[in-house]
């Protein structure tokens, strides 16, 4: 499913890298951990996370993320914003928490299957 079709089911803002939401997602994957996201965070999925300081769009980066979303209403940093913007990554934000943001994306997604 793409990116824009998930962020307009799931009201969820765009905060940075709207040119890229096209991107196909494949699943979700939910922590808050970055070595656990690194570890074991599959290439295009949209990773929800509470956490908002710059090092979460290096990590995305690396994984190969289709975007992130940040949850739980939390404030994201203007520099924050604008490094995913230079490198592509669509940053999406939602004041839902992320049991109800997973739920919601599994639910979209099984129903492509």
């Known amino acids: 499913m793409k990116l824009s079709e998930i962020a ?7 905060l940075a890298g709207e040119k890229e939401l096209e991107r196909e997602v494949s699943s979700g994957y939910c922590s808050d951990l970055l070595s656990d996201f690194m570890a074991n965070g599959p290439a295009r999925c949209l990773w929800l996370t509470l956490q908002t300081h710059i090092n979460v769009v290096a990590v995305a980066l690396l994984v190969g993320a289709a975007g992130v979303v940040i949850t739980g209403g939390r404030q994201v940093a203007p520099e924050v914003c604008r490094k995913a913007e230079a490198e592509g990554l669509p940053l999406l934000a939602t004041k839902y928490c992320t049991y109800e943001v997973a739920g919601q994306l599994y639910n979209l997604l099984q129903g492509e299957k």
């Open 8 to 14: 307009r089911q799931l009201d969820l803002q765009v």
